[in-house]
């Protein structure tokens, strides 16, 4: 299993802009389909933005226009760039690493993994 360490979380006002990264905190020769999700107090957690292995990006539609999720300088490192926050994007953003591929030529198996997360407030 791969550690996610997630960073750049922060408070915004209404409009502003963050800028969150995910990495792994060890090598592993997996390479993952890599995902931001959220979740609000009292709310379920929820899918944002991923970047499968293939570079192809999805995006939910809440946030569809506003974030744009890239790969980082490293395998299996992720940057969310967030702009034109708004107040209901307020919550604790995860990344995840899924999907795993092992090439042939090393031996072990992949595991999904979570991040503990990484708070965003944006206020009115």
């Known amino acids: 299993q791969v550690d996610l360490v997630e960073s750049g979380g922060g408070s915004v006002q209404a409009g502003g802009s963050l800028r969150l990264s995910c990495a792994p905190n060890?090598?592993?020769?997996?390479?993952?389909?890599m995902s931001w999700y959220r979740q609000a107090p009292g709310e379920e957690r929820e899918f944002v933005s991923g970047?499968?292995?293939?570079?192809?990006?999805r995006y939910a539609d809440s946030v569809k226009g506003r974030f744009t999720i890239a790969q980082g300088n490293a395998k299996n490192t992720v940057v969310l760039r967030m702009d034109s926050l708004k107040p209901e994007d307020t919550a604790m953003y995860y990344c995840k690493a899924d999907q795993g591929y092992l090439p042939p030529v090393f031996s072990g198996e992949c595991h999904d993994s979570w991040g503990q997360g990484t708070q965003v407030t944006v206020s009115s």
């Open positions: 970047l499968a292995r293939d570079g192809s990006p």
């Open positions: 060890l090598f592993t020769s997996c390479m993952y389909d």
